[in-house]
């Protein structure tokens, strides 16, 4: 099997609700596994991507929101066994028991530094017993178990924990070894079986489709159906795109109980990463083969573009990593090909780089809109030869360059704006 293969293979995971939230109760529950007793106190540390993502995140099977509920119902209800989806098990009581302990201050959250690098502490504390989990640089990671002060678990990464940001990445990612040209001759390549895995995704994701346009909680899903004239798929591309990509992100987002499939740690990319090249592939009748090609396609510029700006910044990697993804996938969809994949990546980095990401929120719909309408209109310019030369703004000499530049905007350029958001939410706070 391709070693591209193989990246996006392990990378592709379903997530129920935004991914932070799924993984502070994830923290917390793992933590409450090695404890017994009456509860004394639950804390959890997070970097600022974190806190940020899920400070009004919905939570799944809750009409809550936030960082605090996340950690009381992953302290009540949370399965450990089941990752990202460890909420997926909640009853209607298990809320109210949530909130009790809320409101008789057992729950707290803390912001653990200002960082792109994912950071979370759970910490559980009851009459007899103190846990301690430690969660890295991805969503499930767990590099430290700590349980009544001995050490039952700690990786290598953990030894390592006391690294820069800058320090880490230095470490090259293995995608960062490849060029766009490569990345193409094996999108173009690879036996088709190989990554018919990928089918998976539009299942999970349709039905989360379907859940946002169902649903009496969701708004933004049926005003995009009526754009749509009223079709989950019409004639119009751009149009279809947006619905079957922005109806999924706001069920998500409001934590309706529906997985997304994830890519580099979110679902929100994995919906911006496959469901407008959903409605590509269905209004022109193509091949399941050409569908699953550009998917990979999609998924791994995501991922050049996202393992340089870092898993959690303050730009919106949905938009602009996913995004990217998703208008190289329909660039090649429709007969581009080194050239205007090129072409397109310049007129995206060009465009909505540098868009914020204020956490997982009903925004998050919006700027899926913003994101499918640039997309088709860079792949369109693309087609026709129109682009921004590469002399122009971030725009590197080659392509990979410009993706390393996108990424580069969020993490280090946009740290002070990530501090700045934080700030912004405290002062809700207050």
């Known amino acids: 099997m391709n070693e591209l293969t193989k990246l996006i293979k392990a990378d592709m995971l379903p997530a129920l609700g935004v991914t932070e939230p799924g993984a502070i109760a994830f923290s917390v529950a793992k933590a409450r596994s090695y404890t017994k007793g009456e509860l004394k106190h639950v804390n959890v540390a997070m970097n600022s991507g974190m806190y940020k993502n899920a400070f009004t995140c919905g939570i799944p099977n809750s009409n809550e929101v936030g960082n605090v509920f996340a950690a009381a119902l992953g302290y009540v209800a949370g399965n450990a066994e089941k990752g990202l989806e460890s909420l997926a098990d909640v009853k209607p009581e298990d809320n109210v028991t949530a909130q009790k302990l809320i409101d008789e201050g057992k729950i707290t959250v803390e912001l653990s530094g200002i960082t792109s690098r994912i950071f979370i502490q759970a910490t559980v504390e009851t009459e007899s017993d103190k846990a301690i989990v430690t969660i890295r640089d991805s969503h499930t990671n767990i590099t430290k178990i700590e349980v009544n ?40 390549t690879v036996p088709v079986e190989e990554i018919e895995f990928v089918k998976e995704a539009y299942k999970v994701n349709l039905e989360l489709f379907h859940e946002g346009l169902e649903n009496p909680r969701t708004t933004f899903a049926r005003t995009l159906l009526a754009m749509n004239g009223g079709k989950e798929i019409s004639d119009d591309e751009k149009n279809t795109a947006s619905l079957l990509c922005n109806a999924a992100i706001e069920a998500r987002v409001i934590g309706l109980d529906k997985p997304a499939m994830s890519i580099t740690g979110s679902g929100a ?156 939410f405290e002062d809700k706070l207050r």
């Open 269 to 424: 990319h994995g919906i911006i990463a496959t469901m407008p090249l959903y409605g590509v592939y269905k209004i022109n009748h193509l091949s399941e083969e050409i569908l699953y090609r550009a998917t990979m396609l999609s998924y791994l510029v995501c991922t050049y573009i996202k393992e340089y700006s870092g898993r959690l910044s303050a730009f919106c990697g949905c938009a602009i990593a996913a995004g990217s993804g998703m208008a190289c996938g329909v660039c090649y969809m429709k007969g581009g090909r080194l050239k205007e994949l090129e072409y397109t990546l310049n007129n995206m980095a060009s465009s909505i780089t540098g868009m914020i990401c204020d956490g997982g929120n009903q925004g998050c719909t919006m700027k899926g809109v913003a994101a499918c309408d640039t997309a088709f209109r860079s792949v369109e310019f693309a087609l026709e030869g129109v682009h921004i030369d590469k002399a122009h703004g971030i725009n590197g000499a080659t392509p990979e360059e410009t993706m390393r530049n996108m990424g580069l905007i969020a993490s280090p350029g946009m740290v002070a704006t990530e501090k700045t958001i934080v700030e912004i």
């Open 149 to 188: 002060g001995e050490v039952l678990e700690e990786s290598e990464a953990e030894h390592a924990a006391d690294t820069t940001e800058a320090d880490a990445k230095e470490a090259v990612h293995s995608i960062h070894g490849y060029t766009l040209k490569e990345i193409l001759e094996y999108v173009e």
